[in-house]
């Protein structure tokens, strides 16, 4: 059985960063659903921080860095995203916007992707639905039903076990994310050969 591959987005700016525990926490989730699966999955970040200005650069020259084209061609090849970005003013952070923008507009094409943020306030959550599905739902992705938020006080439960907590939103969508990951390998493996009918029988006859 092929591994599966799955690229993490992060755009968080600090070091450590609250968006990059959440896109930690999605990509472990994802992986311990596929897994019980049996589907084995190679995980990728790819850190935005680390691509600042290589992005930018792109988006005035119109080439990429080598850094750049090999982060572009794992989310190409990979069979899932996780795409995890700070709130700011009440949408994704400019870095996020622009990596996405960089990115061949068929890329994400059908690729199941899964949604998170982070913000300082559950105000922002808001955000999710408003600007960040609409941005993959333009690219033709195919969005889990479930996105995750992580406002600051999120983490002082992020162990609980409610219903509406951050561990259980975590869950829920590494779960759609996982399924619509196997589902989409099924799809794509190569299927059996299918001997015409006309040869059947002619081998039948000069049997």
Request: net charge negative; charged share 20%; no cysteine.
């Amino acid at each position: 059985m092929n591994t599966l591959k799955l690229v993490v987005v992060s755009a968080g700016l600090s070091q450590p960063s609250s968006t990059r525990l959440l896109a930690d926490r999605l990509a472990e989730a994802t992986r311990q659903s596929l897994g019980d699966a049996g589907r084995p999955v190679d995980v990728r970040v790819v850190e935005l921080r680390d691509l600042a200005t290589d992005v930018a650069n792109n988006m005035v020259t119109g080439f990429p860095s080598a850094a750049l084209r090999e982060a572009l061609e794992a989310i190409t090849e990979a069979d899932g995203v996780i795409a995890v970005t700070p709130i700011f003013t009440a949408s994704y952070s400019g870095l996020f916007k622009s990596f996405f923008d960089v990115i061949d507009n068929t890329a994400l094409t059908g690729k199941p992707v899964l949604i998170a943020a982070t913000g300082g306030t559950a105000r922002h959550s808001l955000a999710l639905e408003h600007a960040v599905r609409p941005l993959f739902g333009y690219l033709r992705a195919i969005v889990v039903p479930t996105a995750v938020y992580a406002a600051s006080e999120d983490w002082g439960t992020a162990g609980d076990d409610r219903t509406d907590g951050l561990a259980s939103r975590i869950t829920r969508a590494a779960e759609e994310l996982a399924g619509l990951m196997g589902g989409r390998a099924a799809t794509t493996e190569p299927a059996e050969t299918v001997v015409p009918f006309e040869q059947q029988l002619a081998a039948l006859r000069s049997a």
